[in-house]
């Protein structure tokens, strides 16, 4: 695993100032935990309020428009995120890219939207069922990421990939820890690839998709796993913390 594991929570559509109390407690723990770097990402709505509740770990957007302000009703721009307290957006997640026909170009706009902004970017890839089933999943991915991350040999540091195969984001299903290790593997291939040598081989590459504290040894123990992108777990701040913990023991073993 990476020398400083980062683990960062997905709240999706979820989540009202009730919720603050989860992120708190998460905030808290992380005091301890310092072996591993924790964040998370609420709703637009408690980025202001979780940045102030919880003074320690990292606090981001889940999606963001490309363009910088303008005429987009309903949207938000990379700049706003920032103004409210983000230090990093997620960008292409599967669920974007299923519900709302975001594309390759578009989530790489996102994502350069974000670094202009001066916050650094998670862009998700991921196969589906179908694409896995007939042997496709790493050349999917290679094309997605290709097409989905800026470029830049400077921007490499600002830039985490999450691989998510979809159909295993809220399924409680999981990939096999081989299939994790030969895709995070060949995520890495094509990142030195893009990035160069030194560069590429900075970026972190985290696994998401039905993580949980049970899993999540075996999942952070796969090849160049260097952390988490948590849904469902980490809604609360005891499932969340027990994912933190594994990477936090993880370090010590
Ligand atoms: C996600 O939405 O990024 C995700 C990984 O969800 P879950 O952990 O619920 O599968």
């Known amino acids: 695993m990476a020398v400083r594991p980062y683990i960062v929570g997905n709240w999706k559509m979820n989540g009202t100032r009730s919720m603050l109390s989860e992120a708190r407690s998460i905030d808290r723990a992380a005091e301890r935990l310092i072996k591993v770097e924790v964040a998370l990402a609420p709703p637009f709505t408690l980025i202001h309020a979780t940045r102030k509740e919880a003074g320690l ?3 981001g957007a889940q999606d963001c428009h490309a363009a910088e302000g303008g005429a987009h009703t309903g949207d938000i721009s990379a700049a706003m995120l920032k103004d409210s307290g983000a230090g990093f957006v997620i960008v292409g997640h599967s669920e974007r890219r299923a519900n709302h026909g975001e594309k390759d170009a578009d989530v790489k706009a996102k994502a350069l939207s974000v670094l202009a902004a001066g916050m650094s970017v998670i862009v998700c890839v991921g196969e589906t069922e179908d694409q896995r089933d007939v042997g496709k999943a790493e050349s999917v991915v290679a094309r997605q990421l290709k097409a989905s991350l800026p ?22 299903r999981t990939p096999t820890v081989d299939d994790v290790s ?10 030195i690839g893009f990035y160069g040598e030194e560069a590429g081989a900075k970026v972190r590459i985290l696994y998401g998709g039905s993580v949980k504290a049970e899993n999540a040894a075996e999942l952070l123990g796969a ?8 849904g ?22």
């Open 232 to 253: 469902g777990a980490s809604l609360t701040a005891d499932g969340f913390l027990g994912i933190v913990a594994v990477a936090a023991e993880m370090q010590e073993s």
């Open 57 to 59: 770990i990292g606090v």
């Open 151 to 172: 470029e830049g040999e400077v921007v490499a540091e600002k830039v985490t990939v999450a691989y998510e195969p979809v159909w295993a984001i809220g399924t409680g």
């Open 182 to 191: 030969a895709m995070h593997r060949s995520i890495r291939q094509v990142l």
């Open 223 to 230: 090849d160049d796993v260097g952390g988490a992108l948590v």
